[in-house]
């Protein structure tokens, strides 16, 4: 069964910082661009970062470029998500989420077809 | 930054009616969208991409359409499970591969 399972999550200061992990399973892992993706509950989602196959591309939504940077290990079929400066628009339920291609760019086919069940991430004083 | 705007915010429907989603880029994204579907405490999951080819498993009453700034997710039949949010998402810019804001489906 193909499956994606974050962790990290948690209540954190402002200023702070917070690691997020995702660990996958049933596919080759080291085929695929991944992503992470927040939503706020009761709102849609927002696509945060991406990172192709092989790292050699990687992206970030304007309001975290800087702070938040991704990551992937292909030997523990993990990928992380490093969020500094942690400010509390940061609130919300970050999904880790599989790519349909191996890719990340301008004009790329495909989809984002499994998603994790999500970490919540809390930034309150 | 492209933005998608969806339309109705709202489609209140009865089921085995037909629904029509729209969703509009503010540029071109050629082909390169994607529909998701999200029910209440789960999370997205993709209906189709390419503006028209159905993702591994997705029922064939549901069909996307359109090219450059305008498409449309239709669900034929509305089925009881078909009741939900339905977003979409750009992938001809990056970053980032914004979503709209999305449509809710509700029984009318």
């Known amino acids: 069964e193909l499956q994606l399972v974050e962790s990290g999550g948690g209540l954190v200061q402002p200023g702070r910082s917070l690691r997020l992990s995702c660990e996958a399973s049933?596919?080759?892992?080291?085929?695929?661009?991944m992503h992470w993706v927040r939503q706020v509950p009761g709102k849609g989602p927002e696509w945060v970062s991406g990172i192709s196959w092989n790292s050699n591309r990687v992206g970030y939504v304007d309001s975290v470029n800087g702070r938040f940077t991704i990551s992937r290990d292909d030997a523990k079929k993990s990928l992380y998500l490093q969020m500094n400066s942690l400010r509390p628009e940061d609130t919300a339920l970050y999904y880790c989420v599989k790519d349909v291609g191996p890719l990340v760019g301008a004009t790329t086919f495909g989809g984002l077809d499994i998603w994790g069940q999500g970490t919540m991430v809390t930034v309150s004083s | 930054e492209i933005v998608l705007t969806q339309s109705p915010a709202t489609l209140s429907l009865s089921p085995g009616e037909r629904a029509t989603l729209s969703c509009r880029a503010s540029q071109s994204v050629s082909s390169f969208l994607a529909w998701y579907q999200q029910k209440p405490g789960q999370a997205p999951r993709l209906l189709i991409y390419?503006?028209?080819n159905r993702a591994k498993g997705i029922p064939a009453r549901f069909s996307g359409s359109g090219s450059g700034t305008d498409f449309t997710l239709t669900i034929s039949r509305l089925e009881p499970e078909d009741f939900a949010v339905y977003y979409c998402?750009?992938?001809?810019?990056?970053?980032?591969?914004?979503f709209g804001q999305g449509t809710r489906v509700e029984i009318k």
């Open positions: 049933g596919f080759r892992f080291d085929d695929y661009a």
């Open positions: 998402q750009q992938r001809a810019y990056w970053p980032p591969w914004a």
């Open positions: 390419d503006a028209s």
